[in-house]
């Protein structure tokens, strides 16, 4: 078992060299979750991504990679989870809280308040900065919208405090997705 507080953090997988930059992280994340991209768009976008590199003349050239497309799948869900350790979520706890694009303020913000790192000019690990983001204490502005978008509003009795949640969760939801009141439900 590899432990961070101990081992170096990899810039490979299986022997393919890897750009372990959080910036390529955000990217390959973004691509990877994105609806409108076909499989295959997504893969050549994240090839690129993590195994492009540029020589001592500034050319760019890809590095050895995965070929097949079970290993590559593998290596990149290794890259985006990490040394990851608790419990595997399930599949009703796999809802995306975070957007690196709605939410990339907020996370700025949170970073630069919290840990005094600018992200315009950091130079980090994608693990690292993946574990810091989760790691946010439960008072910053990123957190609360997180709490916000998973917060249960079906025990909510009172139709006023029910409206008032959800007029916040559908202004930070991270799809345009309208909550239905249980009137709008019943119909």
């Known amino acids: 078992m590899n432990n961070v507080l101990i081992h170096p953090l990899p810039d490979e ?3 393919y060299k890897i750009n372990t930059w959080f ?5 390959v ?3 990877y979750y994105d609806e409108e991209l076909t499989n295959l768009e997504k893969s050549s976008l994240i090839i690129e991504l993590l195994f492009e590199d540029e020589d001592e003349s500034g050319n760019l050239y890809m590095r050895d990679h995965p070929q097949d497309i079970d290993e590559l799948e593998d290596c990149i869900k290794w890259f985006l989870n990490g040394w990851y350790h608790d419990r595997q979520p399930s599949e009703s706890d796999k809802k995306r809280l975070v957007d690196y694009n ?3 303020w907020r996370i700025y913000a949170d970073f630069r308040q919290i840990y005094g790192i600018n992200l315009n000019e950091a130079d980090m690990h994608w693990w690292e900065f993946y574990n810091l983001l989760c790691g946010l204490s439960d008072k910053c502005v990123l957190s609360r919208v997180r709490f916000v978008r998973t917060f249960d509003i079906s025990n909510i009795k009172d139709e006023k405090e029910k409206a008032k949640w959800i007029k916040q969760k559908e202004q930070v939801a991270l799809k345009k997705e309208k909550i239905k009141t249980d009137e709008e439900k019943r119909l």
């Open 102 to 104: 709605i939410d990339q």
């Open 23 to 27: 910036q390529v992280g955000i990217q």
């Open 13 to 15: 997988w299986n022997g």
């Open 29 to 31: 994340s973004l691509i």
